[in-house]
Structure formats: C-alpha cells, structure tokens
C-alpha cells in the first residue's frame, strides 16, 4: 500500500491541467505519485516538478506514458507501480479529449476517439486499478457537467461522461466487498488546456459564466480538492457517488455552443 510508509497515488492524464493539479496536491499532502499520460514525456517533466515530502532518497514520483486507450498499456501500468512501490492506495484518471459536431454531421471517427479515451478508458484504467488497488483504496474518474446537462455539438463527449457515471456506480457495486471506494467528480467550466481552445471562441466565456449562478469559472486546484478528499479517509463512506462541482452550473442552461461557433466563423 505505501513505500516507506507513504500512500501511493497513480493520477492518469496528470501531465496538465485537471490532473497536473492533482498530482501536485497529492504530492503535496505527502503521497508517493505516479504520473501517467498520453505525453510520456509530459508525465516525467511533471513528476519531477512534484514537491517531495519526507520520502526515501531513492524513490520518488514516476511519470510514465500510458495510453488510456491500450489496454495492454494500461495493464502494465498498475502491474509496474505495484512492483515497484506496493499496491497503490489511490488512482485518479482525468485522461479526457472532446470534439465539436452536429450529430447528423458527426464524424464516427471523431465519435470512436473522444469515446475511446472518455469512456472505454475509463474502462480499463478502472479494470486494472481494481486489480492492484489496495483493500480500503480508492479510485476517482473525471465525469462532465455535460454528465447531465446536455449542449449542443457534443454528442459523444455528454454521452461518454454519463456512461462514466453509471460505470463508476456499477464498479462501486462490485468492489465494494473489498471496501474499495470508487466514485467521479464533475466539473463544470474549468480553464484547461482541454476547454481553453472554446473559450477562444467570442461569447462563449460569457455564456458559460452567466449561466453560473457564482459567477466564475472553476480552478484545477478545485477540482483537485475534491479529489484529494474522495481518496482521503475522511470520504470512507462514500462510494458510487458522482460530485457536481461547477458553481451550481446545473441548475441552469448550457451554452448553445454550435451557435456560438456559427456566429464566429460564419
């Protein structure tokens, strides 16, 4: 579960944004950290950029590449972070990508990509961290607003998200006997590297901002928060839960993002 006494935490897609955030906070709280990302060379800059509290002198954060998608990729992943520093006792996979497009203009390749990585990804890095995950751990997969608030052009992204709730739901079912924890947080507009290419597009910032009852976008550090605290022990008792993060977003409407897009580019 630990090495040299320390909780081991693998954050998948913590290159940038949501899980670089992650990775820093549970670094920072004291875990052992693996980095994990599509950007091998990515994940290992942001290991090493890690603060390191209190560990042996001989091991420290990793950063590996790993595609969500490849499942033999992600099998050795988890089999090489129990070799090497015990059975984890924390994952956390923020690995996502998105597109934009009408359904009846959808690409199914588009459609496969932004499923493949959201969803089956989510998938498999559950499957594997559930193998090797530590009795009382605890596994955390990034959902969407767009979970249950649909808009428009993002058909594959809001049906991948929602099936990533009901599969954290069926998993929590199933690894529950082991007292593994398993739930997903879902943000609401949060500037990353991921959504900052629409919030180039003029309006739509301010769209998503009015329809925010607090009045602002969200921070990666909060939504690293939430997640340092679904794998603390104070949240032993929750699992299958999905927590809305987005500054009450939901109650409220989504952005008409195609017409926005429309009237930039029309």
Known sequence: ???????VSVVVGGASGLGLATARL?????????????????????AAELPD??????????????????EAAVEALFADVTARHGAPHGVVNCAGVSTLSP???????EWRRVVDVCLTGSFLVLKHAGRHVADGGS?????????????????AYCAAKAGVVALTEV???????????????????VVTPLTAPAMDI???????????????PGRPEEIAAACRFLLSDEAAWIT?????????????????????VTKAFA
């Open 53 to 70: 509290q209190g560990g042996e002198p001989d091991v420290g954060h990793q950063g590996v590449a790993v595609d969500v998608t490849d």
């Open 240 to 260: 299958g839960e999905t927590l809305d993060i987005n500054g009450g977003a939901h109650l409220q409407r989504y952005p008409d993002l195609m017409d926005l």
């Open 139 to 155: 596994l955390v997969t990034l959902s969407s607003l767009n979970a249950r608030q649909p808009g428009t052009g993002l058909a």
């Open 1 to 7: 579960m630990s090495t040299a006494g320390r909780r």
């Open 103 to 109: 359904v009846v203009d959808h690409d199914a390749g």
């Open 171 to 189: 998993t929590a079912l199933e690894l529950g006997p082991r007292r593994v924890r398993v739930n997903a947080v879902a943000p609401g507009l």
């Open 202 to 216: 003029p309006g739509v910032r301010d769209e998503y901002v009015a329809n925010t009852p607090l009045g602002r």
């Open 26 to 46: 549970l670094a920072a709280s004291g875990d052992l950290v693996v980095v994990g990302d599509v950007d091998g060379d990515g994940a290992k800059r942001a």
